[in-house]
């Protein structure tokens, strides 16, 4: 329950409303409070987990185009508190139910000196973490709003590790490798920033229900080297969020782990947004897809048309033969327009004109017979203006063919340029993009989008977006390197799934391309397909390099919306295994930095039945460096009161796939003797 403290204190300032009470919120389990005190009319909170500061005393408020800074001197207006518990469903998600109590104030002040502004402050306090948002409300002395800087600070107590990409100036741009650093030695940074204080807590701050408003960024005040406080995205004049009252921000997040695994097992971000609202979902697919696109990223085909064009008619039928044969339930066509040879020309790219090679009736027609999901694409090179213009058209255009999946993308600057990615315009029109697939029955998939805040809890035809550093990099870049994927899951992921293209079995791809690699084994690519969790989950590679390859049945058993997930060990940037379950079928995914390591599952911690475990793990000599396609497949009997141990390579991993025992399994060797078997390859 929500505690006012002290009750004498709060009788005493009854009367001096210009000195309002300080409020404190205890999250329902008691380990997390905030206070929320007014200095001298100036409201601030600080926030303890169990009786240790965690961020200290730290300003909240708003800097206006035209008016005094909304910062205060207030007074209090009225509290509200109450506490909030739920349990939905998500429509797909990593768990079918999700639960959460939290307590809420809600706190409202009015200027004490004119003109009188109304603000008001809500604070939700999670047992993994707090949120806090502003409301400005309707008044007559605010009515358009133009907001040049939001003023909330993040004043940490203790220093620590911090895992994180550059915020400033890089308002276009989440595909970075994350920096360790202390952090105390940030600048800035794009959200969500990850650190392990000093005194052992695992914090991220973020956002949630990112909605008409700018991005949030943290830059460092110059205060002292713990201090940050939140630089919004601009507009090209300088404002940062330009709208009218009332006006709702988005929650600032702090999400609080006790350990690694705490934070991929909040939800605090999803329970802070709305609740669906489509009310028919039955066109809404998780699924496993596979893609005309590495090959366009390797060099084997291209997208113009041409010798080498990646989507004809036939090679598309060829992918969606294969998707078929194979449980894989869609196929992504990029290239099948025109306008790819004039790339980043105005209105270069037509969404609803096939090139001549492809006959867009006809592989949608074979689609369908076959129950495979044509995925579509819309690439803009940013060029947003005209892509607004056709968002109507490009999607009806899909949805008369029954397409209900498309992939989006922005590569390039915005036009109209001077505006950024991440700014309020673009989360706009990325919201707006989602409304209208919703209205054709289309789930998106969006490369180079806004970040992640949950919204799919509202829009789940939201289904997955890139936001970060994916696969591709290591088809043309000096890549990924094998800590990249263990870091992803504590930064990156916590904000919502992600379209990474995990899978890519011809690790060196020297036929194509020589000098770039994957920078993993073969069996972390299969892990990958578990930890990062992607409701359209990618087999990235060709199905050339799947073809008789025995670890390739791992991806064909796979499934791709889960009932359950189980975070069994984590340590940022070190390792992570995560179990999901999908009704009775257990998936294991365990990956490694460059590190080789020993990895232990007790198998009471999934599963209290016997399993038959479908093992895929490095082999004794396999190294991301040295031997990355090196694996080891068995099928074991997994009894509850086993342990399993393995050993993971440098740059490696390990997936398994547990199901219920059949008749014929009972043979089946221990999955105590995986490790031994590992060392010989047997
Ligand atoms: C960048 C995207 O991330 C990638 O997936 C896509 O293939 C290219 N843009 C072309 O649209």
Redesign the pocket.
């Known amino acids: 329950m929500l505690r006012l403290l002290p009750i004498t204190f709060l009788i005493l300032f009854a009367c001096e409303p210009e000195l309002p009470p300080a409020i404190v919120i205890m999250s329902p389990d008691h380990r997390i409070s905030v206070e929320l005190e007014q200095i001298q009319g100036y409201p601030t909170y600080h926030i303890e987990v169990e009786g240790k500061l965690l961020i200290r005393p730290s300003a909240l408020g708003f800097r206006l185009r035209k008016q005094p800074d909304l910062t205060g001197p207030f007074k209090v207006i009225q509290t509200n508190q109450n506490e909030i518990k739920e349990t939905w469903e998500p429509v797909w998600g990593q768990e079918n139910l999700i639960s959460s109590r939290s307590n809420m104030v809600r706190v409202e002040l009015k200027e004490i000196n004119s003109p009188g502004r109304k603000l008001i402050l809500y604070f939700r306090v999670f047992d993994d973490g707090v949120s806090f948002r502003y409301e400005i409300p309707e008044q007559s002395e605010l009515d358009s709003l133009f907001i040049i800087e939001e003023l909330s600070e993040f004043n940490f107590a203790q220093n620590g590790q911090a895992w994180w990409i550059p915020g400033s100036h890089e308002f276009d741009a989440y595909e970075k490798l994350h920096n360790k650093s202390l952090l105390s030695e940030i600048d800035s940074a794009n959200t969500p920033i990850t650190y392990l204080s000093d005194d052992h807590f695992y914090i991220s701050i973020h956002e949630a229900n990112l909605s008409n408003y700018a991005a949030m960024t943290l830059k460092k005040t110059s205060a002292d080297s713990l201090s940050f406080k939140s630089e919004l995205v601009p507009w090209p004049d300088g404002d940062k969020v330009k709208t009218v009252t009332p006006m709702l921000s988005p929650w600032r997040t702090i999400s609080i782990g006790w350990n690694a695994a705490d934070l991929l097992r909040s939800r605090m971000i999803l329970n802070l947004n709305d609740p669906n609202r489509l009310s028919d979902v039955s066109w809404i697919r998780p699924m496993k897809y596979v893609g005309i696109?590495w090959g366009?990223?390797i060099d084997k085909y291209t997208?113009v048309q041409g010798d080498r064009h990646g989507a004809t008619t036939q090679n598309t039928k060829t992918y969606i033969d294969f998707a078929a044969d194979n449980n894989i339930q869609g196929v992504l066509v990029?290239g099948w327009n025109q306008g790819w040879e004039q790339w980043g020309q105005e209105g270069a790219l037509q969404l609803t004109s096939p090139y001549a090679d492809f006959d867009i009736d006809s592989v949608t027609q074979y689609a369908r017979d076959k129950q495979i999901a044509f995925i579509g694409?819309h690439?803009t090179t940013a060029n947003v203006s005209a892509y607004e213009e056709q968002l109507d058209t490009a999607f009806a255009y899909y949805a008369n063919l029954g397409i209900h999946a498309v992939k989006t993308?922005y590569?390039g600057s915005i036009k109209p340029s001077g505006q950024y990615h991440y700014g309020q315009w673009m989360v706009n029109h990325f919201r707006r993009v989602v409304e209208t697939a919703a209205k054709y029955h289309i789930t998106i998939d969006a490369?180079?989008p806004i970040k992640a805040t949950g919204i799919e809890r509202t829009w789940p035809n939201m289904m997955t977006r890139?936001g970060a550093r994916?696969q591709?990099y290591n088809a043309w870049s000096e890549g990924n390197p094998p800590d990249h994927t263990t870091i992803l899951p504590f930064t990156r992921l916590l904000a919502g799934p992600m379209d990474y293209t995990p899978g890519i079995f011809d690790i060196c791809f020297d036929r194509y391309k020589k000098g770039n690699k994957v920078h993993s084994t073969l069996a972390k690519q299969l892990a990958l397909m578990v930890v990062i969790y992607s409701p359209l989950q990618m087999a990235a590679d060709l199905p050339e390099n799947y073809t008789g390859q025995p670890a390739f049945q791992f991806i064909r058993d796979l499934e791709t919306d889960w009932d359950e997930s189980r975070y069994l060990e984590a340590e940022i940037g070190q390792f992570v295994t995560i179990a999901r379950r999908y009704e009775n079928k257990w998936f294991i995914g365990a990956i490694t930095n460059e590190h080789g390591r020993t990895l232990s599952i007790k198998m009471s911690s999934i599963t209290d039945s016997d399993m038959v475990a479908e093992c895929y793990s490095d082999g004794a000599d396999s190294d991301w460096e040295k031997n990355p396609t090196a694996i080891h497949i068995g099928s074991y009997l997994a009894k509850s009161s086993d342990s399993l141990k393995a050993t993971l390579a440098p740059g490696g991993g390990l997936a398994l796939y547990l199901r219920p025992v059949e008749d014929s399994d009972i043979d089946l060797r221990s999955i105590s003797k995986l490790l031994q078997d590992q060392m010989t390859q047997k």
């Open positions: 696109w366009m990223h997208w990029e694409h690439e993308g590569v490369h180079e890139e994916g591709e």
